[in-house]
């Protein structure tokens, strides 16, 4: 099997800074994959690691895209641009997939061809041991919208879907250091049903310290992106009233932190953002 096509159906975009320790893994397991028509495209977010000669060792393989370090929106969205595939799928480079990840997903398609997007389960491992996700973390299948307000109920390294999809809703925003999937599932959900498939297809790692999900002050970037779904004109009655709460909800948490901490000035900004609603 060949990772190269050129007209694959499959694109995988790795984005990837400083993950040397993690990188290969990520890559081999997309490697291994039982589906082989795709393309592997890994975009090196200006990593100062060894990470360039890691990606040297896989030839033609793949194909390896480098930037200056922009974040991992701007790696997304890089490799989104470069793709040949119809079909897309993310993997983080500190995550893993199971072999027939890739197959299940363009099965899934296959049989239900008005579907653009689905996602797979996932197995949590935190510090190299096996975990239970919350119940707040379940996974819900469907008109996930209202659901998704509160935090982020899709997986970037879970996620296929069809590449005509971005050209509707836009790229991620690289305006956003964090929670920039939060942001594009919000303006994806809202429109399209965001389908499960049950099985669990990869291996989701995290307890590590360059881990952004574990970065301080995340409800800071979802009010944002809450603040754009809101005045986009797009959601309806019930919806938009849903979203109004949940930010209203963050808003009231986070300023109080600010207070806590003696930003009163960002503090009010989060108040009179609230209140600018009510």
């Not at 790229?171 to 594009?184: H, I, K, T, V, W």
């Amino acid at each position: 099997m060949t990772a190269r096509s050129q007209k694959p159906l499959v694109t995988v975009i790795i984005p990837t800074y400083n993950r040397a320790w993690v990188l290969k893994e990520a890559i081999d397991s997309v490697l291994a994959q039982e589906f082989g028509d795709l393309e592997l495209i890994v975009v090196d977010d200006g990593s100062t690691d060894n990470t360039p000669q890691i990606l040297e060792s896989y030839a033609q393989d793949l194909t390896v895209i480098r930037q200056p370090n922009r974040g991992v929106s701007a790696a997304r969205n890089r490799g989104i641009v470069a793709a040949n595939g119809r079909l897309i799928s993310f993997l983080d480079s500190d995550d893993l997939w199971l072999p027939r990840k890739l197959s299940s997903q363009v099965s899934f398609f296959n049989s239900k061809p008005e579907a653009v997007i689905n996602q797979t389960e996932e197995i949590w491992i935190r510090n190299g041991v096996r975990v239970n996700p919350k119940t707040r973390h379940h996974k819900p299948s469907g008109m996930i919208f209202e659901q998704s307000l509160a935090l982020c109920l899709v997986s970037p390294s879970a996620v296929m879907m069809k590449r005509s999809l971005f050209d509707e809703v836009g790229l991620f925003d690289e305006d956003l250091p964090a929670c920039e999937d939060y942001d594009l599932w919000l303006r994806i959900s809202w429109r399209y049903p965001v389908h499960l498939i049950e099985t669990p297809l990869i291996i989701k790692r995290g307890g590590h310290a360059d881990q952004l999900s574990k970065a301080p002050g995340l409800d800071k970037f979802r009010i944002q992106s809450l603040k754009n779904i809101i005045e986009s004109g797009h959601l309806e009655a019930e919806s938009y009233q849903a979203a109004v709460r949940t930010l209203q909800e963050k808003c009231t948490i986070f300023a109080g932190g600010c207070r806590k901490r003696g930003k009163d000035a960002e503090a009010d900004y989060f108040e009179e953002l609230a209140d600018q609603y009510r």
